[in-house]
């Protein structure tokens, strides 16, 4: 007999635990970035789970985008949302964060005992030419999608061109969405004024010595004000806390950006980090929220009107500019890790079979993952 369910699209009747389960899964296997992230979400959440279509999953997509703070933190709470209303929301996304903040919270506990953090080098080895072939699949098939027009190719081109030219990633993305904008609605032209965001400055104030308020106040005002990659974040932690403050040497700033980087989840856990270096377990919880919490303020307020955008004329051209100048960025993202991924035959051949076998079977990529960190575990072990 046919399942109801399936023809009608309707929900099982658990969803809060299905989000947390996956969310807390994804937290805990997706290495390598927001790309990666991005990559793995759509596989579980569209491909394997049929939670939404791939149009609306890209709305969403596009819509975070433009957001500060964790972009692919941010698709991970407003899918939650989507699935499972406000308790999804709040319970989804601390269990994609979860996961990486404990395990950065273990290597700052090593950090300070030992001076030096374990990287899983070995792991990390196997794990990356794997995620490159997961976000080449999720590049593929979400521009099947996005690319709506031909010309939208000029855009996603012209946002990757940003990004190796070292354009702040909200340029080609603001550029992308008015540009698709104005010449859908070439005709509408006459009278029509185009508003551009006005972006908010940074503000440092805080002491040498600081207390669990201004560790927080810190992160906040971060959470509200870095657009970009892990790297963007590393420009603002050195510019306040080194430069301004004199909270953290800027070893100990570099150091933290690193934990975020080899862990999996979002790269923002360095705020984990940083709030154990200033102040043990307390601070580094409070840095955590600091950093997180706006995230979830900013998506609860803009996922409700995700649907008016789409059906707006102006904006929702803006919408498929956005897009495809995030896939552009993507893009941009993946060369850069493909760079560092394939250090050798042995790396490229990972990523070579993870390629064949994602497009032969496409099982699901936790089972990739875990292959090439056996991979890279023995590698290391050699």
């Known amino acids: ?66 957001l ?18 406000w308790a999804g929301l709040v319970l989804g996304g601390a269990c994609f964060i979860t996961p990486a903040m404990v395990i950065v919270l273990a290597l700052a506990w090593s950090y300070t005992r030992y001076g030096s953090t374990p990287t899983g080098g070995g792991i990390l080895y196997g794990v990356e030419p794997v995620v490159i072939a997961i976000v080449a699949i999720a590049l593929w098939q979400l521009s099947r999608t996005a690319l709506r027009r031909r010309w939208y190719s000029l855009v996603v081109a012209a946002a990757a061109a940003g990004y190796f030219a070292g354009v702040n990633v909200l340029v080609p993305l603001v550029a992308g969405g008015v540009v698709v904008s104005l010449v ?40 509200f004000t870095v657009f970009g990659s892990g790297y963007v974040l590393l420009a603002f932690l050195r510019a306040d806390l080194v430069g301004q403050l004199h909270w953290l040497t800027e070893r100990q700033v570099l150091d933290a950006v690193a934990a975020g980087q080899v862990t999996p989840g979002p790269v923002f856990t360095t705020a984990t980090f940083v709030g154990y270096l200033l102040g043990g377990l307390p601070a580094a919880l409070v840095a955590t929220a600091g ?13 409700p009107f995700v649907g008016r955008i789409r059906r707006s004329v102006w904006l929702g051209p ?50 990739i993952v875990l292959a090439g960190a056996v991979v890279g575990t023995g590698h290391g072990l050699l």
């Open 184 to 223: 859908r609605n070439r005709h509408r032209l006459a009278g029509a004024p185009v508003f551009l965001p006005i972006l908010p400055g940074a503000v440092a104030a805080g002491r040498a010595k600081p207390a669990l308020g201004a560790v927080f106040g810190e992160f906040a005002k971060l959470g």
């Open 318 to 367: 803006a919408l498929d500019g956005v897009t495809a100048a995030a896939l552009g960025l993507m893009v941009g993202v993946a060369v850069d890790l493909g760079r560092s991924a394939i250090r050798d035959p042995l790396t490229a051949l990972v990523g070579a079979v993870s390629l064949a076998v994602l497009l032969r079977w496409q099982p699901n990529a936790i089972w």
């Open 68 to 85: 500060p703070g964790p972009s692919s933190t941010q698709l991970a709470i407003v899918l939650s949302r989507r699935r499972a209303g």
């Open 1 to 66: 007999m046919v399942d109801e369910r399936e023809v009608s699209g309707a929900r099982p009747p658990r969803p809060l635990g299905e989000v947390m389960f996956v969310m807390a899964k994804l937290g805990s296997i997706a290495f390598g970035g927001p790309a990666v992230h991005v990559a793995m979400l759509r596989d579980e959440v569209v491909t394997r789970r049929h939670w939404l279509d791939e149009s609306e999953f890209l709305d969403l997509f596009g819509a975070v985008s433009i």
């Open 291 to 303: 950093i997180f919490l706006p995230s979830f303020f900013m998506v609860a307020a803009v996922e």
